[in-house]
């Protein structure tokens, strides 16, 4: 790095003694620092409030770095950003980018092998306090381009950990995320909602190498809320995962916040271990638009924990599920189609194992009215608690599929077209 284009926040009055708080003085290093520049947190534990990064700079965490977040929710001015699909009005994010103001920025990186540590455990007890008020995020990105992530660790946000919305061309390569556990296996207390990276209504993303554990999905693709969603239209498209390993968690989700529809997700290459799912692809009535051209390929998963179960939220190692967030459904009741009805088509698995002991090996539902279609496996090894559930599927494509059930049939189809 050029030591004229270097802002060390040491220079701004930054104190690396976990206790002084250092809003003021890591955020005058970013606002002076040059086009094309870097701030540069050194060794050391620099406590903080939101700071908002700009475009075209770097913010480079050194070896023993880390930003941990402040515990006093007045360090997080509120701004109206999206959260779980709706704009809403949100406490700020540890880290920023393009937030405030709602500006648009381009060209930052994030990158070194320090530490964003949101302080999400202590942070989240006082946000809720406000429940008009949605909690923030470790690290939001809105409105953005050329972003590029890499070599962190990112830990215990009091929501999402990772956020990016709006955005296109970002690639995160090699970073650490935890939201369930730390990194010697202790459990942060009361997290909820602790997914490791959302992509909301974006295109253009590659995310790879990375080792993600996470409370909630450890990558959830998203696109916006029902009528509002619609609306905004913003779709998700082009996001490739690969090489990475997902720990604890639910896998990579498709959803359930996908008004603005997804088109072509690639996931493959990934392992999946204790992760309750390796895939789940879901969206009920109400959301609308189409999710299509999915594809999960060479992808190895196993939950042998008893901590989770099949329930509303989460059906198997494998699902699509236009009935998510319903406890009680009929699959064969009817409703009217409208600009609410979901339509999911184009979703392939090939080259999968998955083994699960809590819930279904695989499960595929969709809405009588409109039906999923086009779902192929292809080389599919798949053993559960119970077995492979399909119901409303025209063109369920089935290539080497072997499906072993503990409890009850294997296989069971209803109103399902094989081809």
Not at 46 to 57: E, P, T, V, W
Not at 182 to 189: A, F, L, Q, S
Request: net charge negative; charged share 25%.
């Amino acid at each position: 790095m050029d030591n004229n284009t270097i802002s060390n926040i040491l220079d701004f009055g930054a104190i690396g003694d976990g206790e002084s708080l250092n809003t003021r003085a890591i955020q005058a290093a970013i606002d002076t620092c040059p086009k094309n520049g870097v701030v540069y947190i050194p060794a050391g534990t620099f406590r903080c409030g939101a700071i908002h990064l700009k475009s075209d700079m770097t913010l480079h965490l050194s070896e023993g770095a880390k930003i941990i977040g402040s515990a006093d929710p007045a360090d997080y001015p509120i701004m109206k950003y999206r959260f779980e699909g709706l704009e809403e009005m949100c406490y700020t994010s540890l880290v920023n980018a393009g937030i405030r103001g709602r500006e648009k920025v381009e060209n930052i990186i994030i990158s070194g092998s320090g530490t964003i540590d949101a302080n999400g455990a202590e942070l989240k007890k006082k946000e809720i306090l406000t429940p008009d008020i949605k909690r923030g995020r470790a690290i939001c990105i809105c409105g953005a381009k050329n972003i590029f992530i890499s070599g962190i660790t990112v830990r215990q946000s009091p929501a999402w950990c990772l956020h990016i919305i709006y955005s296109k061309n970002i690639e995160i390569s090699n970073i650490h995320v935890h939201t369930k556990f730390d990194e010697n296996g202790v459990r942060y207390p009361d997290i909820i909602n602790g997914d490791g990276i959302d992509i909301d209504s974006c295109s253009n993303i590659r995310i790879h190498d990375c080792e993600i554990a996470s409370q909630d999905d450890c990558i959830a693709i998203k696109s916006g809320k029902d009528a509002e969603g619609r609306a905004i239209g913003i779709p998700t498209e082009h996001i490739e995962i690969y090489d990475c390993l997902f720990k604890h968690g639910f896998g990579v989700a498709v959803g359930s916040e996908v008004s603005g529809g997804v088109n072509g997700v690639y996931v493959h290459d990934c392992v999946f271990d204790q992760t309750y799912s390796a895939a789940s692809i879901k969206s009920p009535r109400g959301r609308g638009a189409v999710i299509e051209n999915v594809l999960f390929r060479n992808i190895k998963q196993k939950y042998t924990e008893n901590e989770l179960h099949d329930c509303e939220w989460f059906r198997g190692a494998l699902y699509i599920d236009e009935f998510y967030s319903h406890i009680e459904f009929d699959p064969s009741k009817e409703e009217p189609v409208c600009d609410g009805t979901p339509h999911m088509r184009n979703i392939r698995f090939k080259n999968v194992t998955v083994e699960t002991t809590a819930g279904n090996a695989i499960y595929i539902t969709g809405i009588p009215e409109r039906h999923i279609e086009n779902v192929s496996l292809k080389n599919v090894t798949a053993k559960g608690k119970y077995g492979f559930i399909a119901n409303n599927v025209n063109g369920l494509h089935l290539d080497n599929v072997q499906v072993t059930a503990e409890n009850g049939s294997d296989k069971i189809f209803t109103n399902t077209e094989i081809v």
